[in-house]
């Protein structure tokens, strides 16, 4: 077996990202969301619960635009705001329902188990290292 170029690597993570995309796209327009309440809704799925200025940051929202996304969210059930307790003038985004969220997810999700469920031991940790990596490099 040959060695992947940087080149192909590259372009592997290009389709991927353009896969997820449109996925997600798709997933958006579904629920009757916009990308980037999706978006939002991942970050606190997968980090827990932020104040909103957190959340515009890791988003690259600007803070103006994350308050109409929070608006958004709430009205339709999917976040509440939560005081926080030890500085009442800071609030907390705390996701509703995670059945909820991961249901929009639930057909892909299987689709990509049976993907990853083939895998030895050896390639998911080599995946999981190199995907980790790779969000680390474009996080910085």
Excluded: C, K
């Excluded at 958006?28 to 309440?37: F, K, Q, V, W, Y």
């Excluded at 009442?88 to 469920?117: C, M, N, P, W």
């Amino acid at each position: 077996m040959t060695t992947p170029s940087s080149d192909s690597l590259i372009l592997a993570l290009r389709r991927l990202r353009t896969g997820f995309a449109t996925h997600d796209r798709a997933v958006a327009n579904t629920a009757g969301l916009r990308e980037s309440d999706l978006t939002v809704l991942e970050v606190l799925h997968r980090e827990g619960p932020q104040t909103p200025t957190a959340l515009a940051h890791q988003t690259s929202t600007h803070l103006a635009t994350m308050t109409g996304v929070l608006t958004r969210l709430e009205r339709d059930g999917w976040i509440e705001r939560h005081p926080d307790a030890a500085d009442r003038r800071s609030i907390h985004i705390h996701a509703t329902s995670i059945e909820r969220f991961q249901a929009l997810y639930d057909d892909s999700i299987g689709r990509l188990l049976e993907v990853i469920e083939r895998w030895t031991d050896d390639q998911a940790q080599s995946f999981l290292d190199a995907t980790e990596d790779i969000a680390r490099a474009l996080e910085d």
